[in-house]
């Protein structure tokens, strides 16, 4: 089977409006929280569309018996924020997986190489069969950290065809690295923008996510 890497950038008219809250250098800390948790909450719904396993049952109204369906509970369904800017995007993701793992990833990346190492991992020695992977990264530059976070995923037995990853901006460096190296991906990101500058950061982009969100610029 072939596969071609996705990349969706969801028009709802919301992602618009917190992205342009999280863009502007004049939004506090605390409203950058807020936009942060919004974008999570609207690109997790977005990424759940034909993902989330349902089953069919049916259901007693006040009235009479009617088909229904639901998310199915056997189906594990894990969400991996990668720290510290993934956490940003959890509240908003759990707001619409409130029954899903949380399986924390720390990464930092080195000023001068760009190269990321790895200072927490919480995965679990071994995904189960068909667990769907929720990623929380609010930027994809260079793809360092997310080939990084993707390789301990798979050496768990992740299936990158279950894999979504939510992003607030994406640059073409990671989308490039992570397209040829794993094409079965599906990406969800509020926006695209085309440039990474010599320190690893998207421009115009936002920022340091994890600075602005946390208050430590």
């Given at each position: 089977?072939?596969?071609?890497?996705?990349?969706?950038?969801?028009?709802?008219?919301l992602?618009?409006?917190?992205l342009?809250?999280?863009?502007?250098?004049?939004?506090?800390?605390?409203l950058?929280?807020?936009?942060?948790?919004?974008?999570?909450?609207?690109?997790t719904?977005?990424?759940?569309?034909?993902?989330?396993?349902?089953?069919?049952?049916t259901?007693?109204?006040?009235?009479?018996e009617?088909p229904?369906?639901?998310?199915?509970?056997?189906?594990?369904?894990a969400?991996?924020?990668?720290?510290?800017?993934?956490?940003a995007?959890?509240?908003?993701?759990?707001?619409v997986?409130?029954?899903?793992?949380?399986?924390?990833l720390?990464?930092?990346?080195d000023?001068k190489?760009?190269?990321?190492?790895?200072?927490?991992?919480?995965?679990?020695?071994?995904?189960?069969?068909?667990?769907?992977i929720?990623i929380?990264?609010?930027?994809?530059?260079?793809?360092?950290?997310?080939m990084?976070?993707?390789?301990?995923?798979?050496?768990?037995?992740?299936?990158?065809s279950?894999?979504?990853?939510?992003s607030?901006?994406a640059?073409?460096?990671?989308?490039?690295?992570?397209?040829?190296a794993?094409?079965?991906?599906?990406i969800?990101t509020?926006?695209?923008?085309?440039?990474v500058?010599e320190?690893?950061?998207?421009?115009?982009?936002?920022?340091?996510?994890?600075?602005?969100?946390?208050g430590?610029?």
């Amino acid at each position: 089977m072939t596969f071609q890497l996705r990349v969706y950038v969801p028009p709802h008219p919301l992602i618009k409006h917190w992205l342009g809250v999280a863009r502007s250098q004049t939004t506090p800390t605390p409203l950058f929280r807020s936009a942060m948790t919004e974008l999570g909450r609207w690109l997790t719904y977005e990424a759940a569309r034909e993902w989330l396993p349902t089953m069919e049952t049916t259901v007693e109204t006040p009235l009479a018996e009617c088909p229904a369906t639901f998310v199915n509970p056997e189906v594990p369904v894990a969400v991996v924020p990668i720290l510290r800017a993934g956490l940003a995007l959890l509240e908003g993701a759990q707001s619409v997986l409130p029954l899903a793992s949380v399986y924390h990833l720390g990464l930092v990346r080195d000023e001068k190489t760009l190269e990321p190492s790895c200072y927490l991992n919480r995965l679990p020695a071994q995904f189960k069969e068909q667990t769907r992977i929720l990623i929380s990264e609010p930027m994809l530059a260079t793809g360092g950290s997310i080939m990084a976070t993707m390789a301990e995923l798979t050496a768990r037995g992740a299936d990158p065809s279950l894999i979504r990853i939510i992003s607030i901006v994406a640059a073409p460096p990671a989308l490039q690295k992570l397209s040829v190296a794993y094409p079965a991906l599906n990406i969800y990101t509020a926006t695209i923008d085309e440039v990474v500058n010599e320190h690893g950061f998207i421009v115009p982009g936002l920022g340091d996510a994890g600075d602005r969100t946390f208050g430590t610029e």
